[in-house]
């Protein structure tokens, strides 16, 4: 279980985050919602670890363990991974050879043997082609000069090759048009029949008729306050934020 | 050409050590430190050389004496130069094509250097130098065959004598400057190449460059010249063993193409941290004719080094690539000079340099469009990245327009790696140390992707950062 408890954030010293607590079980699916500036993806960036987000109160608790003081590799080594709602571009590192780096550091830190080239390669392609992503994909710079949907096809693409135990989206379904979505929201149920806990954020309901999760939270000013099932996720459709 | 990464640890390993470790070099005992007209008549003597070269030599050494230290740049006041030896040779060996008859210790160290086996896979020609003397060089039959010449220049000199006497420091002349002059004065061995009119020879030549024995002075010289049309591709790689005791390496490149011809010229130099560096490169090119420079500096104690392009035909370009590691005690002042002398000429400068532990860099830029180089352009870009808050970098573009009708831009950046991208690569597993490995190859990858596979790869691993 992905446990956050009174959860309180600074950035830079002002809070943003003031007590959220959450439990994601394996193969739940939670979302998210609220207006821009309510601490969504401070939340997403102080669960990965980000070190510009200083935890004042609280902890963050996997399977058990407080994660509170890990490092984000070393939270990712536990099964955590993070879909940016503004994924980076690494000047000069094409796809492959990051997806390499990272999956043999992952792997290593989970005590298993690197895949080797082709097996690696073969992974790749097979998730490429799930994306609708060119094979020559591969051979680009990590993020750079990627349209919007691309980036989060990438991240999409990363999910499914790492298969965390927990995932978080960041406004995954940003920038992407109704194939690519109807993609991404079959790759997330997918890892979520495999026993995977996934915190999604958004501030669109599109992806959630697709999801269909049975905990909607409503995050405002940096707490939830609200929690729900889908009904809720309708009801913000209708009426907006304004009635919280 | 693909090597398993354990094959390739293995390698680094025995390279490190190589690198770092001397062979016995009871040769120099004998050999006298300083500098004076006698020492420069014996080396000719010994040489044979006919007389011009030693009227050049002592020419030279006179302008030495004249010329005041450059008055910028790195602190080389730890630089004796009565405390070098500028000529050794190691023992009595003669320099062969055969690698059987390199004597033992001195093969072992090109062979974990990888030259013998790189010369067997993809070179047209190699050429190996320990101290002052060259101990092995051979060009394949194939390229023999076209006219191609690839010597020493020592024997160059005794072969072709005209041809040599030619264009012998015509490109760099000794009254450039100080370590030119000295230069002139001591030089012994370096490569010659001659590519004739419309040959294209398209494996690359390589040679190394090896300082073995403590306080060595090495002044390489090398002339390439490139035909009417031709083309070609040289490497030059350079390292030493690290000793108390400063040692110099002053060596002059001069490279002439001719019209339409194109040469591509790269070397990666590794000297130990006692190392001064001090190096002049220059390239004159004719009508349509196009020059590429890839270095990559990562040794020494202190770097000078700005390859110099003489665009001196109509539509001649340069292309400069540089790169350079400063790691602690280090420092590195690289850049490039672009001379555009004719209409229509290009040139394009990247320079991607990294600092860590202290270390300091600096890009030195010279870039003069003159009066006349009509339709000429010019790019530079320069980029520093700073491992940590105790190295420095410095961007010093200087560009000099004479002409109206021309584009020239410069861009600089100098930083340290974002967080925000060390996060993002750390969220997918890597390390710190990781990150910043891949973030770093990825800095330097324009430059890295344009060196020979094999020289790239180890580049890398003796940043020691990932």
Known sequence: ????????????????????????????IHAILGPNGSGKSTLAHALMGNPKYKVVKGKIELDRKNINGLKANERA????????????????????????????????????????????????SENLSKFSLEPGFINRNVNEGFSGGEKKKFEALQMVMFSPKYAILDEIDSGLDIDALKNVAAAIKKLCKRKSGVLIITHSTKILHYLKPKHVHVMIKGKIVMSGGSGLAEKIEKKGFKSF | MKISKLQLDDRIKALKKTLQSANPSGYITNAKKGLSRGLIEAISKEKNEPAWMTELRLRSLETF??????????????????????????????NSNSWENVPADIKKTFERLGIPQAERKYLAGAGAQYESENV?????????????????????LKLYPDLVRQYFMKCVSANDHKFAALHGAVWSGGTFIYIPNGVKVDQPLQAYFRMNASSMGQFEHTIIIVGENAKGSYIEGCSAPKYESPSLHAGMVEIFVKEGGSFRYSSVENWSLNTYNLNTKRAIVEKNGTIEWIGGNLGSKATMLYPCSILKGEGARANHLGMAYANKNQTQDTGAKVIHAAPNTTSEIIMKSICKNGGSSVYRGDVKILKGAKGSSAHIKCDSLLLDDISHAQTIPEMDVKENDVFASHEASVGKIAEDKLFYCMSRGMSEEEAVGLIVNGFIEPIIKEMPLEYAVELNRLMEIS
């Open chain 1, 1 to 28: 279980m992905l446990s956050i408890k009174d959860l309180h954030i600074e950035v830079n010293g002002t809070q943003i985050l003031a007590g959220v607590g959450l439990d994601i079980k394996p193969g739940e």
């Open chain 1, 77 to 124: 080594a536990r099964g955590l991974f993070l879909a940016f709602q503004q994924p980076k571009e690494i000047t000069g590192v094409r796809v492959a050879t990051f997806i390499q780096a990272a999956s043999s550091a992952l792997r290593k830190a989970q005590g298993k043997k690197p895949l080797n080239a082709i097996e690696l390669r073969t992974a790749l």
């Open chain 2, 65 to 94: 004496f004249k010329k005041p230290m450059p008055s910028f740049g790195p602190d080389i006041s730890g630089l004796n130069f009565e405390e070098i030896i500028y000529y050794a040779k190691p023992g009595e060996i003669l």
């Open chain 2, 136 to 156: 092995y060089h051979r060009l394949k039959e194939k390229w023999a065959k076209f006219g191609v010449i690839f010597e020493d220049m020592d024997s160059a």
